[in-house]
């Protein structure tokens, strides 16, 4: 099969322009954030989050690469807390126009403002904040994590099949857990469903021994509701309300039932090769960043390989094409959308040990696609820079 395939690849109308070969250099440049402290230790983050997928990425894309000539690299670049981000994106941008972007929504932005950066391709394989695919968008950014909208509404999807219309939540006062909170209101609101009573965590106390004390309390106030729904995204106290509520209900959002761009446990589609190969690679289980990344980088191979080119231009066009789809272990061909840079995908709700389920869920139709009923569908974004 080695021999054949080789043989095809030789009859393919690419092979004689890609035998002169193609540099393909790739950076992943992530700006270190302080991390507020949290009610518990049991999950450090890691400190190749992100960089880690990006490699396996690359590790995929000289496959690939090597029977065409090819010839793709990556750097990883880590400016530290305080840093000046925009300078390093300067400095990279001198040796390749092709950025993976671990950072906040405002260095992102002040990245893809630059002059330098105009004929770039930049990928956001961090940042959630639905405003970057609205009216914050940039024509050179593309995003390869799902935005807060998505999350929700696959999570809302699921409550609404469920028949759970009662829903209540418990949401952090950190600015991450804000936007979360926020996105959840929209997601019940466009799919028909109110979310009741809502409370703020506002306890100090170590929930390590007081959460059997403090949490019925909290959501006793709550009143009746079928889910209870938590924004929680620092991973600060959601740990502590299973099994801890007034009511016995299920908990979804941050904990319990979660919506992510990856969890460990997917294991359909081919995605227990994966989960092996980066088990491999990084010494742990990928996460949503790790997955994110690695989708940046396979775009960037498989755009190269349809296209033939390493050029920014020609790569961005094709990906936003309908020609371009990426196989990503998620039972669907991803796309990007072209009306905002998004990504497509299927977003998994997974429990700590099984996968509940994956939205789109059926029954829940679209014109085009059904990725689409997951975030900011063409009417409902406000970007103007992809039109």
Request: net charge neutral.
């Amino acid at each position: 099969m080695r021999f054949l395939f080789t043989f095809l690849i030789a009859l393919c109308p690419a092979a004689p322009a890609a035998a002169a070969g193609i540099e393909v250099p790739a950076v992943y440049l992530k700006q270190q954030q302080p991390q507020p402290p949290t009610l518990s230790n049991l999950d450090p983050r890691p400190r190749d989050l992100g960089a880690a997928g990006a490699r396996l990425g690359l590790a995929d894309n000289l496959t690939t690469g090597s029977f065409l000539g090819h010839r793709y690299s990556l750097e990883v670049v880590t400016v530290p807390e305080g840093g000046d981000f925009a300078a390093a994106v300067r400095a990279a941008l001198a040796r390749t126009p092709l950025l993976i972007l671990d950072a906040p929504k405002p260095a992102l932005l002040a990245a893809a403002d630059l002059p330098e950066a105009q004929a770039a391709l930049l990928f956001n394989a961090a940042s959630p904040d639905t405003g970057l695919r609205s009216a914050d968008c940039r024509r050179n950014l593309l995003h390869t994590l799902p935005s807060d909208l998505m999350r929700s509404d696959a999570l809302m999807q699921f409550a609404l099949m469920k028949r759970w219309s009662g829903l209540a939540m418990i949401s952090g006062s950190h600015p991450q857990d804000q936007a979360f909170a926020a996105a959840l209101r929209q997601s019940a609101a466009k799919f028909g469903l109110k979310i009741g009573a809502e409370a703020t965590w506002a306890y100090g106390a170590d929930m390590r021994r007081n959460a059997a004390q403090e949490v019925p309390l909290l959501t006793q106030e709550l009143g009746r509701h079928d889910l209870l729904l938590v924004a929680d995204e620092l991973q600060d106290f959601a740990r502590y309300l299973p099994y801890n509520t007034w009511l016995p209900r299920p908990v979804a959002g941050s904990e319990g039932l979660v919506p992510a761009a990856w969890a460990p446990v997917v294991e359909q589609w081919g995605a227990a090769q994966l989960q092996s190969r980066f088990q491999d690679l990084a010494g742990r289980g990928m996460q949503a960043r790790d997955y994110a990344a690695w989708a940046a980088m396979r775009s960037i191979g498989e755009a190269v390989t349809r296209t033939n080119s390493a050029d920014a231009a020609v790569l961005r066009r094709f990906m936003l094409s309908e020609d371009f789809e990426l196989a990503g272990f998620k039972g669907r061909p991803l796309s990007y959308r072209g009306w905002n840079g998004q990504l497509r995908q299927p977003v998994p709700l997974a429990t700590p040990r099984a996968l509940a389920a994956q939205a789109p869920l059926p029954g829940f139709l679209h014109q085009h696609s059904e990725l689409d009923t997951l975030g900011l569908d063409a009417p409902e974004s406000n970007c103007g820079a992809f039109q």
